[in-house]
């Protein structure tokens, strides 16, 4: 015959395996949030340049400028389009172009992305010889080359980062 001191106890156990479990789900969602944010935090700037590295694919060099953000009614004086075909466009016969020479469409595409301020570093591979640091304005979606090779003002935690968990954003450049 079980006594009354036999279920004593029982109550608080099961009390604390309900907030055991209650915490370790509330550590795991803001933990994946997290990670969803810091792997998705930049799509929007990602999305600007592959529509650019897409139209630079295709061979519309017109509309490519104008994703970089030269328009008619806002030209960019120091970057003419004759410039830009050069750097971005194939390579033609007796005109002068990049040194390290055209875009290899089979390789054209983004290698890694950062955050770092008020815009987003994009690396792009635009041949084998040659790697582009590339700027996204983040209010304006503007593209520019990168004023710097690496984000200022970092820390070595942000560096660590961007270098451990900043590498699963890799497949969602492609």
């Avoid at 389009?81 to 390579?91: E, L, M, N, T």
């Avoid at 815009?119 to 990168?146: P, Q, Y």
């Avoid at 968990?165 to 969602?172: A, N, S």
Wanted: include cysteine; proline fraction near 7%.
């Amino acid at each position: 015959m079980p006594s009354y001191l036999d279920q004593y106890g029982a109550g608080e156990e099961r009390r604390n395996s309900i907030i055991k479990a209650s915490v370790i789900a509330i550590v795991a969602i803001v933990f994946f949030s997290w990670l969803a944010w810091y792997t998705l935090r930049d799509h929007h700037q990602e999305g600007v340049v592959k529509v650019f590295l897409n139209d630079v694919r295709h061979g519309d060099l017109q509309t490519a400028y104008r994703d970089w953000g030269c328009t008619p009614a806002k030209p960019c004086s120091a970057y003419s389009f004759d410039r830009f075909s050069q750097d971005w466009g194939p390579a033609k016969p007796g005109m002068p172009g990049n040194d390290e020479g055209p875009p290899d469409l089979a390789l054209l595409g983004m290698s890694d992305s950062e955050s770092c301020n008020n815009g987003v570093l994009l690396t792009v591979e635009v041949n084998s010889k040659r790697t582009e640091k590339l700027w996204v304005d983040k209010s304006s979606d503007e593209i520019d080359f990168a004023p710097y090779p690496i984000c200022p003002h970092e820390t070595p935690f942000q560096i660590m980062l961007h270098r451990t968990v900043g590498k699963l954003r890799k497949p969602l450049l492609k």
